[in-house]
């Protein structure tokens, strides 16, 4: 192989964006940015928990409609996605919880280009559900 196929693969690797990182959630119906949400990897799982609420009137709130041992626990800090694996370039399989209401749906997370996340809630049917849209933040 020749250097300039090496630049090319090596841009290509660089350029390939990644699900890792910090991303605010945007409320699907109002529009209102509320948290941020910290996505990392683990055991080639992906993860994801609440490390900013961004309203004042949210900071301090405790998971008070979760069940288990997150009931009544602070939102922030709240880990609310769980054990999403990799397949076809999205990540899938694993859960979301709604602090909001305490309950927890299957997920699938897109990106769609760099800085946009897809984040997909559904129960049973990936078609029977809702899909909110949340910005990386720089």
């Known amino acids: 192989m020749t250097l300039s196929v090496y630049y090319l693969i090596l841009s ?5 964006p990644s699900f890792e990182g910090e991303w605010v959630t945007i409320d699907d119906e109002t529009g209102v940015e509320k948290s941020i949400i910290k996505l990392y990897i683990e055991n080639d799982k992906l993860y994801g928990r609440i490390d900013k609420l961004l309203l ?12 288990g041992s997150e009931k009544n626990t602070p939102i922030e800090g709240l880990l609310i996605l769980k054990g999403l694996s990799k397949e076809n370039g999205s990540w899938t399989g ?3 919880l709604d602090p909001a209401n305490g309950k927890e749906y299957d997920c699938t997370l ?14 049973g049917f990936s078609f029977i559900g809702r899909t909110q849209k949340w910005k990386r933040l720089n």
Do not use: M, W, Y
């Open 56 to 67: 004042p009137e949210d900071k301090g709130g405790l998971c008070s409609n979760c069940r």
């Open 110 to 123: 897109t990106l769609n280009g760099k800085s946009e996340l897809n984040v997909r809630g559904f129960i």
């Open 94 to 96: 694993g859960t979301i």
């Open 12 to 16: 290509f690797i660089i350029q390939t």
